[in-house]
């Protein structure tokens, strides 16, 4: 059985950033490389651009750095990962995707797609935004688990909703077509977001609160909420999302409960992956890295129709991107 993967989240270009001797191509540092994108059959991997507490005052520069890590490290691993960044991308993913069970197709290069988690880095500047849509980032998670300029983040005790310049934020997002994602983001925003957003957003690494009671994860109006929007939902594999209890162990037998939860309130069109892949420093057992994929492909299709699992997988991201990616030659977009 030969399933492709789109996975909507990792923090590879991060830790790239702090180690400059690490090689995408297969470093033990690393839990998303070159070989086990190809070994999971994992089509597309989504790469975060993330800044890291210890650096200091977030600035621009380090979104930059980790875009040219991507372009100059990640792209020119193996046979060379390619950059999906248009509509026409997705078509052509759709078609690998869809000849992925031909024996006479050869295996296609993996895809790498880019968001940025967090607008700290932005410093306040929307034409940095601006640029960075340009120069290729599809995605912007508005913050990590904190407050910023644009608004707070779902750890911020205070749960407020978005600043001045935060609602401006998303106004620009709308008009250029850089698609938002609320897995870190406070759920006074996430509901101010709702209303005032032109465009159906994401949770890339978000699971069910009801299942386990995690503040990063989505409460069942939320859930409700995403997919009424037509929306996506990356299901993640960080074990305390997953599984309440330290020192637990969590196995992927654990994940089952919020895919069930998820599709009872309406979701199985919506459910996607988002694993947090090097973002995490525990793994679930026999899932801690994109090699996991096929035996997890397995263990799923004996408990749900083939054809569930195919959109959870990759379809179900897949008609996203390919509905909200913007068109190649579009103005704004690319032209930097």
């Not at 983001?185 to 209303?195: D, P």
Request: glycine residues 8%; proline residues 4%; hydrophobic residues 40%.
């Amino acid at each position: 059985m030969s399933i492709p993967v789109i996975d909507f989240h990792c923090d590879v270009l991060s830790k790239m950033r702090e180690d400059s001797r690490i090689s995408f191509q297969n470093d033990p540092k690393l839990d998303v490389t070159y070989e086990r994108l190809r070994q999971g059959e994992v089509s597309l991997q989504c790469f975060a651009i993330y800044l890291s507490e210890h650096w200091g005052i977030p600035r621009y520069e380090y979104i930059l750095d980790q875009i040219d890590a991507f372009k100059s490290r990640v792209m020119t691993a193996g046979e060379g990962v390619r950059w999906l960044r248009w509509k026409e991308d997705a078509a052509e993913l759709r078609q690998a995707i869809e000849n992925a069970n031909q024996a006479t197709m050869p295996r296609r290069r993996p895809w790498g797609l880019l968001s940025v988690e967090g607008a700290d880095g932005f410093e306040g500047n929307l034409y940095y935004v601006r640029m960075c849509h340009e120069l290729g980032v599809r995605f912007l998670g508005i913050t990590w688990n904190y407050a910023n300029w644009a608004a707070d983040g779902a750890l911020e005790s205070r749960n407020g909703g978005f600043t001045e310049k935060g609602k401006k934020l998303i106004d620009l997002c709308n008009e250029i077509g850089l698609l938002l994602d609320v897995s870190h983001l406070s759920e006074a925003g996430f509901w101010e977001l709702t209303e005032r957003t032109a465009r159906p957003f994401i949770a890339s690494h978000s699971n069910a609160k009801a299942i386990c009671p995690h503040p990063r994860n989505l409460t069942d109006d939320q859930i409700r909420a995403i997919v009424a929007m037509n929306g996506r939902i990356g299901l993640t594999f960080v074990p305390w999302f997953v599984r309440e209890g330290k020192g637990t162990a969590v196995r992927p037998e654990d994940l089952l409960p919020h895919i069930e939860h998820v599709c009872s309130l309406g979701g199985e069109d919506h459910l996607m992956l988002g694993s947090d892949f090097d973002g995490i420093d525990s793994w679930i057992e026999h899932l801690e890295h994109p090699g996991r994929y096929p035996a997890f492909a397995e263990l799923l299709c004996k408990h749900y129709a083939e054809t569930s699992v195919r959109k959870w997988f990759a379809g179900n991201a897949l008609s996203y991107l390919n509905t909200h990616l913007p068109e190649k030659g579009t103005s704004g977009a690319g032209q930097i």
